[in-house]
């Protein structure tokens, strides 16, 4: 079988001090898996959306030094979810079925050390995603403990059947078939609900998730309920790094209070679009 390529795709915005070791560090794990002969080329997509600190400048040198990397600028600030859809527009483009897709941040949360294990769960032909589960540690301050463990595992358990404590998982490791099969939905869910909602489907990860998961799955969902596909590991996960404590950055009281709100407007959002699919 042909060796795949790997698109690593980022939204990125204002991570003007981590970027560069983050890009450096990932150029490397990916050029050791390609010259190790276990994927066959790669390519690093950052999708910068109207930074304002001095990213746009530091990735504009990264471009130069880095020819695996592919930098999309916005002029403006338009928020993760058109970023990441940028991004994953961009994979699809470039991509072909066989490649696989890798989805992380920017800020350093997510290390790249972890990418040869997200690569190899997708060697099961049953996994179409992987998501690298970050350690809970409550050094890196309660809310943010507690919105991971009861609220993102209540989410996850819902959804695909297993208590996975992740709130908002944004590192995963997709076939980039799928990413290309779920674009238009995905589109087209992000749009319905920002009208609905007036805001962003911050939740966007777990969407595609969740069409992952869905996919093969033959049972039909009931009133309010949500199906997932319990036949087939579509979705597995992993445990990944831990935060390193120079990249943790501490979410604020009232930033907590949206992601609690986005919860529930997604599960109630997501339960609607699944008796329509």
Same mark, same amino acid.
């Not at 890009?23 to 010259?35: A, E, G, Q, R, Y």
């Not at 400048?57 to 020819?67: A, G, Q």
């Not at 949360?109 to 589960?133: G, T």
């Given at each position: ?78 928020? $993760?979810?058109? +970023?990441?859809? #940028? ?6 483009? /470039?991509? &072909? =079925? @066989? ?106 990860? $777990?969407?595609? +998730?969740?069409? #992952? ?6 049972? /039909?969902? &009931? =009133? @309010? ?53």
């Amino acid at each position: 079988m042909m060796l795949p390529s790997v698109f690593v795709y980022m939204p990125t915005y204002n991570v003007s001090r981590q970027i560069s070791p983050l890009i450096t560090d990932l150029d490397s794990v990916l050029s050791t898996l390609k010259s190790s002969k276990q994927i066959s080329g790669y390519k690093i997509i950052c999708v910068n959306d109207g930074s304002t600190d001095g990213t746009t400048e530091k990735l504009n040198s990264l471009s130069k030094k880095f020819s695996s990397l592919d930098v999309i600028h916005f002029p403006k600030n338009q928020g $993760v979810v058109k +970023a990441t859809i #940028a991004g994953m527009e961009r994979v699809a483009k /470039l991509s &072909k =079925p @066989n490649d696989i897709a890798i989805r992380m941040d920017s800020d350093y949360e997510h290390n790249p050390e972890d990418i040869p294990r997200l690569i190899s769960s997708l060697k099961s032909p049953s996994v179409q995603l992987c998501f690298a589960q970050t350690p809970l540690e409550i050094g890196h301050g309660l809310r943010f403990y507690l919105l991971n463990l009861f609220i993102g595992g209540y989410e996850n358990k819902r959804l695909f059947g297993k208590w996975v404590p992740q709130f908002c998982p944004g590192f995963f490791a997709a076939r980039t078939s799928l990413i290309k099969s779920i674009l238009a939905e995905l589109k087209s869910a992000t749009e319905a609900y920002a009208r609905l909602y007036s805001s962003q489907m911050i939740h966007l990860d $777990v969407y595609i +998730a969740y069409l #992952a998961s869905k996919n093969g799955n033959k049972r /039909l969902a &009931k =009133p @309010n309920e949500v199906p997932f596909s319990t036949e087939k590991a579509q979705v597995a996960f992993i445990k990944a790094s831990p935060i390193k404590d120079e990249w943790v950055i501490k979410k604020p009281f009232s930033k907590t209070r949206r992601y609690i709100d986005a919860h529930s407007n997604f599960m109630a959002f997501i339960t609607r679009r699944a008796v329509k699919l």
